[in-house]
């Protein structure tokens, strides 16, 4: 197992440690280790986790045990790692943590931050009660899934009691992107519920909400992402109802939100239609024939009709205790629509974080210790931006704020600790960025939030005249309208647009709808007819619609709202100590082991990881304290190898000054050597590795010495033993051997004197028995009669064989001495077709019985092919009624085979006109199945004239012999054609079995003809 970050490392585990640092660097660094699988990647303390598209290995309750109350950098770069760290700062020395999560949507931050807490609970305490709590704080990630898409920042407080067992947890939601409800960019699905619920609900749950499975049945989802790879929107539905379980949502409570969620679909399908009135004006009427749609909304938001269809046709405004009705247009009604159906969403949402909240909170007063993981939006710079991507900026801005400040104070507090003087280090401070933004006279919120309150006509162009009067001479501020001329001439920037130059890079703004998603208003009329409704959860979202508690005041805008969490959620983080997590997707189609540069480039630029690596640098790149530094690198000096006896600190300054390291190189803190360039470090690593070969080298020389040496010592000894021993045993043996052949051979002769004449009467006497039996027990003539006499004495055994061998050829000549010319033709035939079929072709054994005729159609005495008789000059050998397939749809037809000496030939059956003649030359193969069917197929040559219109797929009634006689014809037309030429020595033409199988017998003729039988 490694021991450190720099041991088998893959590429460069740290970035502080990058030379030469540069963008490109950087990049090819992090595909190197992307390549790798080693998707995970510090900068200092920050850990860079690309998003791997893939289940990985590395999550696993080994890799848990693997990493817990392990030094950060002492293994491989992992999420564990920083939330091992984490925690046990916050269990040990009671600092309060926050992990920030950060980038952009695809790039894996709710799976970092499920990471993260996956982690946490499995290192912290274990009981029931805890398990409890932990299970809930796990769950409650589901649930608020099934209804975002990342599009929104999610906080969530974890406490702890004294010991590091979590208590419960509180979360905060920040800006979820509800225009998302009515309106998706392109390539993006709506909300993740809505699939899911349609996905995944039964037909009876269904029916309850009024819905239908299809998706293309409900305007507001867009069917060209509607389906996406990987993801199972089914299953996903179980598991978020099944969190909404564990975290305590009682049943009730689920149907009621399943119902919002539906009313919220059903809005989109409601469509307006003008009708006018006596005083001239149009009045937006809803659209539905039947009443159908109207209904169905009724009844699971149970509002009455006339309630809803009134507050979509009339707005009601009051000032001053005087109320004037006016009606809505229709653009004004899909306004309404629209309106409402995105903030039923997003308070139902705002209502789930609030229920969640009641489940997990801890309700001891008790001292508490706290984690905060922050899973937010990334910086977004898109062709298009607008007010949503104007705030979210807004908010990485003071993200990278805090970032820098609290890493600057980081350093700054551990140089002091470690008695390290303290340098200024240069940086860019986006504070002008963000006062640009958040300053209350003349900040764009401030100004905005101005726009939207004063009286009289307000639109974008108004907003962005003000924003051209305010910010023109702004350094960060570009517009083409503002009096500042040096954008006048910019094509780039069009007029209605205005551009800043964030810390990541310049980003334009289309100032269109920033008035109308800052205003974010609701008709009062719509807030007074859900607050009517006879459903609980959708009254208690629209508390405003309770007429004695009408508040003329105008509600805060959404800038103004997300202002003020944004200054809440810095406030929170400046009393935790910070840990980054900077999140990049290597590309855009989620897709595996794709590595697309330039997209994480433009990742790494509006993430500022450079310039993270920068401010990480400005000091030293590398710090470690004495004990693991002296371990590691006592092998470089003789003074320090293999042990040394004094303290720490005193043997890593004998083996730097040994080394020559320059002394600007390096500093000595209280408790780390401190190393300033990359460099530095690297070289040690070098000598390091080279001084671990030589060692190695060393070590096993002597070891391979002693080893040989000591083996040899072994081995001589044993070899004087065994010697002596085997000396005096050969010669025992040896005159044991002696002493017995001498015996047996006096034995032997004097047996074989007595015996010898003896046995030559008897045997001779025996013999002669033996043939006189014989010739009274000869079998019959027959060539399959198996018949024949024991022999009588085992000393006859080889010749009683040889001449039952001997009798059997002899009858077997005297048999065929009987066959005309004819018949041996047949049986040649036969012993062909058995040599080709026997056992490999079921219709076979049927085939044994039935004559060979060739000739099934008599052409020559047939009138009807007079005309083909003519066309053929050659002796017919086999003429039969095959069914040609067509190929293209399977249909047969009835053709006349005939097969010459050296042609194959396909005639018409009615007409006998030739369809097809194929020279033999030109057949390369005929295939057949092993079944017991009479198909084959005939394989012509590639590049001939017969193999123009395909090969030929037949059916025949007599396979079996019309394959033979294709055969033996072949191996007489190349018998002839060979010998003729004189030039081979070898068998002209022979079969040959090439496999045998379940699946296929493909058999071979030597020149080029092949008979393949397949299953």
């Known amino acids: 197992m490694p021991t450190s970050l720099l041991d088998d490392m893959i590429g460069v585990g740290d970035m502080v440690l990058l030379e030469p640092l540069n963008e490109d660097s950087f990049i090819n660094n992090l595909k190197k280790r992307f390549d790798h699988n080693e998707v995970y990647t510090y900068i200092g303390s920050v850990v860079i986790s690309i998003n791997p598209y893939r289940s990985l290995p590395i999550y696993t309750p080994e890799k848990v045990e693997e990493?817990?109350?392990?030094?950060?950098?002492?293994?491989?770069?992992?999420?564990?790692?920083?939330?091992?760290?984490?925690?046990?700062?916050?269990?040990?020395?009671?600092?309060?943590?926050?992990?920030?999560?950060?980038?952009?949507?695809?790039?894996?931050?709710?799976?970092?931050?499920?990471?993260?807490?996956?982690?946490?609970?499995?290192?912290?305490?274990?009981?029931?009660?805890?398990?409890?709590?932990?299970?809930?704080?796990?769950?409650?990630?589901?649930?608020?899934?099934?209804?975002?898409?990342?599009?929104?920042?999610?906080?969530?407080?974890?406490?702890?009691?004294?010991?590091?067992?979590?208590?419960?947890?509180v979360i905060s939601n920040y800006l979820l992107e509800k225009s998302r409800v009515v309106k998706q960019p392109r390539g993006e699905r709506n909300f993740h519920i809505f699939y899911q619920i349609l996905s995944g609900a039964s037909e009876e749950f269904l029916c309850k909400l009024k819905l239908e499975r299809d998706f293309s049945r409900y305007n507001y989802l867009g069917l060209d992402s509607a389906r996406v790879n990987g993801v199972d929107d089914a299953s996903n539905f179980r598991t978020v109802r099944n969190a909404m379980q564990i975290v305590g949502f009682m049943d009730h409570e689920t149907q009621s939100v399943f119902e919002v969620v539906a009313a919220v679909l059903k809005l989109g399908n409601i469509e307006f239609k003008p009708e006018s009135r006596a005083n001239g004006l149009d009045e937006s009427k809803i659209k539905d024939k039947n009443g159908k749609m109207r209904l169905e909304i009724c009844e699971l938001t149970g509002i009455d009709q006339s309630v809803l269809e009134r507050a979509f046709s009339f707005r009601t405004v009051e000032a001053k205790q005087e109320k004037v009705s006016t009606t809505l247009n229709v653009a004004q009604a899909y306004y309404a629509r629209d309106a409402l159906a995105k903030n039923l969403y997003s308070r139902l949402f705002s209502w789930l974080v609030t229920r969640i909240n009641e489940s997990i909170k801890v309700l001891l007063l008790l001292r508490k210790k706290v984690m905060g993981v922050l899973d937010i939006y990334g910086f977004e710079i898109f062709e298009d931006n607008s007010f949503e991507q104007f705030i979210i900026n807004y908010c990485n801005e003071k993200l990278q704020q805090i970032f820098i400040e609290l890493t600057l104070k980081e350093e700054q507090e551990e140089y002091i600790r470690e008695g390290i003087e303290w340098t200024h280090i240069e940086y860019f401070n986006n504070a002008i960025i963000c006062d640009l933004i958040e300053n209350n006279q003349t900040g764009i919120l401030a100004m905005l939030d101005e726009e939207c309150l004063r009286p009289g006509t307000v639109t974008d162009d108004t907003f962005l005249e003000k924003l051209n009067q305010v910010c023109a001479t702004h350094q960060h501020f570009e517009s083409r309208m503002s009096k500042c001329s040096r954008f006048l001439n910019d094509t780039s920037l069009p007029h209605s647009c205005f551009r800043i130059q964030h810390y990541a890079g310049k980003v334009m703004y289309q100032v269109e709808g920033f008035v109308d998603k800052n205003n974010d208003l609701l008709y009062r009329d719509l807030s007074q007819a859900m607050w009517k409704a006879n459903h609980s959860l959708i009254k208690a979202l629209f508390p405003e619609g309770n007429p004695a508690k009408i508040n003329l005041k105008r509600p805060p805008t959404a800038g103004s709202q997300f202002k003020a969490s944004v200054a809440t959620l810095m406030k929170n983080l400046q009393t935790k100590n910070p840990n980054y997590i900077r999140c990049i997707k290597p590309n855009d189609k989620k897709a595996a082991h794709v590595f697309n540069e330039a997209l994480v480039c433009h990742q790494i630029r509006y993430l500022g990881l450079l310039e993270n690596v920068r401010v990480r640098r400005a000091g030293y790149a590398f710090r470690q304290p004495y004990e693991p530094c002296l371990e590691r690198y006592k092998m470089l000096c003789k003074q320090t190898w293999p042990h040394w006896r004094g303290p720490a600190r005193a043997g890593v300054e004998v083996l730097f000054n040994e080394l020559g390291i320059p002394e600007e190189e390096f500093s000595f803190g209280r408790s780390k050597i401190f190393i300033r360039n990359p460099r530095t470090l690297f070289k040690l690593e070098d000598l390091r590795k080279q001084r671990l070969e030589d060692l190695a080298t060393?070590?096993?020389?002597?070891?391979?010495?002693?080893?040989?040496?000591?083996?040899?010592?072994?081995?001589?000894?044993c070899q004087i033993i065994i010697a002596s021993w085997y000396r005096r045993y050969s010669q025992q043996q040896k005159y044991q051997k002696i002493k017995s052949s001498a015996i047996t051979v006096q034995s032997y002769i004097r047996g074989w004197k007595v015996s010898f004449l003896s046995l030559q009467l008897s045997l001779f006497e025996e013999m002669q028995k033996y043939f006189l039996e014989m010739k009274n027990k000869m079998p019959s003539l027959s060539p399959i009669d198996k018949n024949w006499p024991a022999r009588p004495y085992l000393f006859l055994d080889s010749t009683h064989k040889e001449l039952k061998r001997i009798f059997h050829l002899w009858r077997c000549k005297k048999y065929r001495d009987q066959f005309t010319d004819q018949q041996k033709l047949?049986?040649?035939?036969?012993?062909e077709a058995s040599e080709l079929f026997k056992d490999k072709k079921a219709l076979y054994p049927a085939s044994v019985g039935q004559p060979f005729q060739g000739a099934y159609l008599e052409i020559s005495e047939n009138p009807k092919y007079k005309k083909l008789k003519d066309a053929v000059d050659e002796k017919i050998i086999i003429a039969e009624v095959v069914n040609k397939i067509n190929r293209a749809n399977g249909k047969a037809a009835s053709r006349i085979f005939l097969l010459t000496k050296n042609n194959v030939l396909l005639a018409d059956q009615k007409s006998g006109t030739i369809k097809s003649e194929v020279p033999l030359g030109d057949v390369t193969k005929v295939s057949m199945s092993s079944q017991n069917d009479g198909f084959f197929a005939v394989h012509l040559k590639e590049g001939s004239e017969a193999a123009s219109k395909g090969d030929f797929l037949l059916s025949s009634d007599h396979l079996i012999e019309m394959a033979t006689k294709l055969y033996r014809t072949t191996l007489t037309l190349f018998d002839e054609k060979f010998a003729s030429q004189n030039s081979v020595s070898f068998c002209l033409v022979q079969f040959h079995i090439l496999a045998l199988n379940k699946d296929c017998l493909c058999c071979v003729f030597s020149y080029g003809i092949k008979v393949v039988l397949s299953v």
Not at 88 to 117: H, N, Y
Not at 700 to 717: D, N, P, Q, S
Not at 826 to 831: A, G, Q, S, T, V
């Open 698 to 717: 060393l070590i096993g020389k002597i070891y391979r010495g002693w080893k040989c040496r000591t083996r040899f010592l072994l081995m001589k000894k």
């Open 67 to 169: 990493y817990r109350n392990r030094n950060f950098y002492e293994l491989s770069p992992h999420i564990f790692a920083l939330s091992d760290e984490a925690y046990r700062s916050l269990r040990d020395q009671d600092k309060d943590q926050c992990i920030l999560i950060t980038g952009e949507s695809g790039a894996g931050k709710t799976e970092a931050s499920k990471l993260v807490m996956s982690y946490v609970a499995a290192v912290c305490g274990k009981g029931a009660e805890v398990n409890q709590v932990k299970e809930q704080l796990l769950q409650s990630n589901p649930v608020l899934e099934g209804k975002n898409l990342s599009e929104y920042g999610k906080y969530m407080d974890i406490e702890f009691d004294f010991k590091g067992d979590p208590l419960g947890g």
């Open 826 to 831: 047949i049986y040649e035939e036969k012993l």
